[in-house]
Each structure stands twice: as C-alpha cells, then as structure tokens.
C-alpha cells in the first residue's frame, strides 16, 4: 500500500467522518502550490477556504512564527505581553476600528460578536432583559458551535444538535425589504456576510447593504459583518465592505488575519458595543498570545506591503473574464468578486465534485460546494500565467 493510501485508510478508522475531503495528501506548500506525498504539484485554488491568502509557508510570517515562538508563546491574559499592543495599533490603523478583541477560530469571533452586542442591547439601547434579538441570513455560514448553528438554515449544518438558543430572526439574503420588517424594537444587531462563501459565493443585489445600512444606523441596530473569509484582500479589497461604501459597527475577521500559520481571529468595533465587556465577562486562554499576535502582525504587513490586495483585484478580473469565456453546455453561472469566484453547474451535469477530481489529476485543487458549485479561491499572490492555465485547466474539464 502506498503511504497516501495508508494514510487515508488510518484517517477513516481512528478519525471522526465529520468531513469528506479530496483523497488527496498533502506534506508541502510554497506560495500558490502545494505537493502531495508522492510529489505531484497542485495549484491551490481553495486556500483553506481563505485562510493561506498570503500564499503556504510565506517566509516573512514563517520568520516572524519561529522568532517568536523561540522567545515567548502563551501568558494568557492574566499577564500582558509585549506583542498585543502593537497587533492593536496596527489593525487599527489598517481599519480604523477603535476596539479590539482577539479570539483564536472565526467562530469564536462570531460568538463574541453575539455576546456583546446582546449586552450592548441590555445596557446601552435599552432593551428589555433577555428580549435581544439579532437578525441573520438564510443560508448563512458563521462556524460551527452550537450558538452559531442555531441561526443556521442549513439541515446539515443543525440537524440533530438543537436544542438551540432563542433571539435571532432568519431573513432572505439581498432583500432589503425583508430586512427591514424583521427589525423590532429588539433588534440589537444584524449579523451578515458581505458576500456568502459558502453558501456559493453569492453576491447580493447592488445596493441592498446600503439599505441596510441606512436601517440599522436609523433603528440603533450594530451592523455585524462577518468579513472572515471575505475580509483581508480575498475579494480584492482589505474589506468587502468597500466594494459597497459602508461601514459596519462591528467586523469580524479571522482565517488569513494569520496567512493560515496558527488559528487567529478578532472582532473590530466602535468603542461603544466591546465597551460593554468588563474584566472576567469574556475571554479566552489563547486569545491575544504572544505567537499569534506576532504571526498576525507579519501575515497583514505582508499582505498590504506586497501588493496582494491589488493583486487580488487584477487576477480576479482576469479569473473572471477567463471564466466566463468557457464555452460549455453545463456551466449554469460563472461569478466572483475579486479572487472568490464560483462555477456554478447544471444540476443535470451530475454534481460538481466528479470535476474538482478531475482538476486535480490535472494538477488544481478546488472545492465543490452545495452539491453543483465548483469555488475558485487561490492564493492573492497567483499570476497571470497561473491564473491562464487554471482557466485552461478548468476549460478542458467542463
Ligand atoms: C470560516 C468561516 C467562519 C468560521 O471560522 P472557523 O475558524 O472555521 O471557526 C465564520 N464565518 C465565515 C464567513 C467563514 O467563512
């Protein structure tokens, strides 16, 4: 048995089954590629679902990983250390948020988000004890607890583990209408994501998040985004929320705030809404340790420092074009912004995932998504020749 088989076949019997990947394993990554354990290249078209936007193994966040790592990993925050104070400054400056709290999974980022502006509501706008209610989309995705799954509409996602937490309200994505009925006197914030990913890269009408915005700022509603996969460049801007000119009250960010070195996530506020958690009503063991905020530091001076955000607009403009000039009879929808882009196939075409094999005999690797939608995502640093030949190779297979 080769090792790749043995590998697999140990995974499937010591590991839980709760994921169905690509029989395809991986020991090495460089920039946009990775090699399997027999030495076949790929180009990553997924990026860990975002995570690994700087490209694997950047050597910068690797040399900022091992220093600090060779120095001083974890104090908790009973302690303070010399790292956190200029993750802050620097996320600051980069998003003009004036309050930060660092937590490790976007989920938790998530969970955090809904804790404080529940508080918020209570203490601040004055709703009654216990009355909060949030508003979030149909087929969202915000992680994988049990609060977040709660709000989820999707079967597989809830199915089977509720009893779930009351005070959210589930509206259609892109409608502003629908929005705006859902908002009661209750309502302390709306939880979105700016374009959902994996959902399948859905993009909401034109001008449907300044409605919202326009809604929440005249009901004291927070605008919650959840920009953890679109956030940091992947839909070639640091945020999404500038494709749409707002500004959220509170951004969550995560995956490639560490350019995927070590699971590091943050909630960006105004003062008003973290001002609301006091000493002891939140934290984490891990959030804000020394190892991440100095991974984060470098994953984001590199990202802005190397151009990648720019370079996300360019390739995905040309991703895009390439894409849509494939001429196939089973290709239903082709959209992106930036580099997050989606195939979406005809249902009659038999389900998206017998293409991602084939693209990855042909050296790519992609992920299918909901059954029929191919996810195109690579690294921000792809070329354009890169870019030409993923197009060349997902040409062929379609
Ligand atoms: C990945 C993701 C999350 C959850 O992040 P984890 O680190 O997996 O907990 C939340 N929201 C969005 C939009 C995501 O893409």
């Known amino acids: 048995m080769s090792t790749a088989a043995a590998l697999i076949e140990t995974e499937h019997r010591l590991g839980a089954h709760n994921y169905k990947p690509l029989d395809v394993v991986l020991t090495r990554g460089e920039g946009v590629y990775v090699w399997d354990t027999e030495g076949k290249r790929y180009l990553d078209c997924l990026s860990a679902y975002s995570a690994v936007n700087q490209g694997h193994c950047h050597p910068k966040i690797r ?13 908790s925050r009973a302690f303070r250390n010399d790292q956190l104070a200029h993750l802050y400054e620097e996320l600051a400056a980069l998003t003009g948020s004036h309050k930060i709290l660092p937590m490790n999974s976007g989920a938790e980022a998530v969970e955090t988000a809904v804790k404080a502006v529940r508080k918020w509501g209570y203490e601040v706008k004055g ?19 049990i609060g977040i799954v709660g709000f989820s509409t999707d079967p597989d996602a ?8 009351p ?44 409605k919202v915005r326009e809604l929440c700022t005249a009901h ?49 506020s105004n003062s008003e ?11 984490s063991t891990f959030g804000g340790n020394p190892l991440a905020c100095a991974v984060a530091r470098a994953a984001l001076r590199v990202l802005t420092e190397e151009g990648m955000i720019e370079n996300s607009a360019k390739m995905g403009e040309r991703f895009l074009a390439g894409l849509k000039d494939i001429r196939s009879n089973i290709v239903r929808d082709v959209r992106g912004r930036g580099l997050m882009l989606a195939i979406e196939l005809d249902p009659a075409a038999g389900g998206a995932r017998q293409y991602c094999y084939q693209l990855k005999d042909r ?9 029929h939608t191919i996810r ?20 062929q297979v379609l």
């Open 127 to 145: 709703v009654p004890e216990n009355q909060a209610e949030i508003i979030v989309c149909s087929d969202n995705f915000h992680g994988r607890t």
């Open 376 to 395: 195109l995502a690579p690294p921000l640093i792809v070329n354009e020749d890169q870019v030409d030949w993923a197009v060349e190779q997902i040409a």
């Open 158 to 165: 809830r199915t089977g583990f509720g009893p779930f937490a």
């Open 273 to 283: 809404v973290l001002g609301v958690l006091k000493p002891g009503q939140h934290g």
């Open 220 to 268: 004291n509603v927070t605008l919650i985004l959840d920009e953890i996969q679109t956030g940091l460049g992947r839909t070639g801007k640091l945020l999404a929320e500038e494709h749409e000119g707002i500004e959220a009250d509170v951004t969550l960010i995560g995956k490639a705030l560490s350019g995927g070195f070590y699971p590091v996530s943050a909630v960006l």
């Open 167 to 210: 005070g959210f309200r589930t509206v259609p994505f892109g409608d502003a209408k629908a929005f705006e009925a859902a908002i009661t006197p209750n309502t302390v914030a709306a939880l979105i994501e700016p374009i959902q990913g994996e959902a399948g890269v859905i993009i909401p009408p034109k001008g449907y998040f300044t």
């Open 363 to 371: 050296g790519l690797l992609a992920k299918d998504t909901h059954e």
């Open 63 to 75: 040399e900022a990983m091992i220093e600090q790592a060779s120095r001083l990993t974890l104090t």
